[in-house]
């Protein structure tokens, strides 16, 4: 059998919903990082937080509080590192054994399709998780940086650079930040693409669910609520 043949074994419906998924994962990305001005998301207000963290941290002595944030937020982006890395194995291991996956899911869905066409289905999951892996890595090490410029920040509020660093500092944060929601939503799409080991119907299901789920907590949430008239009190 040759791989056209193999992807033939895939229906129409099937690639509306793989494309959806990636085309819904990218779009609720790009909503969530460039929101419009009216409406930001929770993200772009923690940004100014952050932002906001690092100019009130110059005049403070000393600095464990900060210290112990940062450190808590390298847990959390180490925790999640670990545990897609378990999630790799596991993966892995299962497409090693896609002929059991693929018997409960015929059992599930009542559907005798070949193995090959299970072993793309977990791929796809796989991908995200992998994604996922390198997001938190790479957020854990800009958060070692922000540690470094946060200590390289001068005591003295007076003096020209300590203002300068404060904002590269919160730059980093920001950024370190950034990685570690993209990792996490790059776990919701892939809990979401499992829903395609039932079907293209559930696979679309689950996509619009994530993405509804994902707005309200960016865009219609109460902590959401919260931080915006915190920053109007602060701005006004």
């Not at 992998?130 to 790479?138: I, P």
């Not at 003096?159 to 790059?186: C, H, M, V, W, Y």
């Not at 619009?208 to 009190?233: G, H, P, Q």
Request: proline share 3%.
């Amino acid at each position: 059998m040759t791989w056209t043949d193999r992807f033939a074994l895939f229906s129409t419906l099937d690639v509306v919903a793989l494309a959806l998924l990636f085309v819904v994962w990218a779009a609720i990305d790009w909503m969530i990082e460039h929101p419009s001005a009216r409406r930001p998301s929770v993200s772009t207000l923690m940004a100014g937080f952050r932002r906001e963290w690092m100019v009130q941290m110059v005049g403070r002595d000393p600095r464990i509080f900060d210290a112990q944030i940062v450190a808590s937020m390298r847990q959390g982006t180490s925790f999640f590192a670990s545990t897609c890395m378990i999630a790799i194995g596991g993966g892995l291991a299962l497409i090693g054994n896609a002929e059991r996956v693929a018997g409960l899911a015929n059992d599930l869905t009542l559907e005798t399709d070949p193995t090959f066409v299970w072993e793309i289905k977990l791929l796809v999951m796989l991908l995200f998780v992998t994604n996922s892996f390198l997001k938190f890595v790479w957020s854990h090490r800009l958060f070692g940086y922000c540690s470094v410029l946060i200590a390289a920040v001068p005591n003295d509020p007076k003096d020209p650079d300590a203002f300068a660093r404060a904002s590269q500092a919160a730059e980093i944060s920001i950024t370190a930040a950034r990685g570690f929601n993209k990792g996490l939503r790059s776990i919701y799409f892939g809990l979401a693409s499992a829903a395609w080991l039932l079907g293209a119907i559930p696979l679309m299901v689950a996509v619009v669910l994530t993405f509804l789920v994902l707005w309200r907590r960016e865009f219609a949430s109460r902590s959401r609520s919260i931080l915006l008239a915190n920053t109007t009190r602060t701005q006004t």
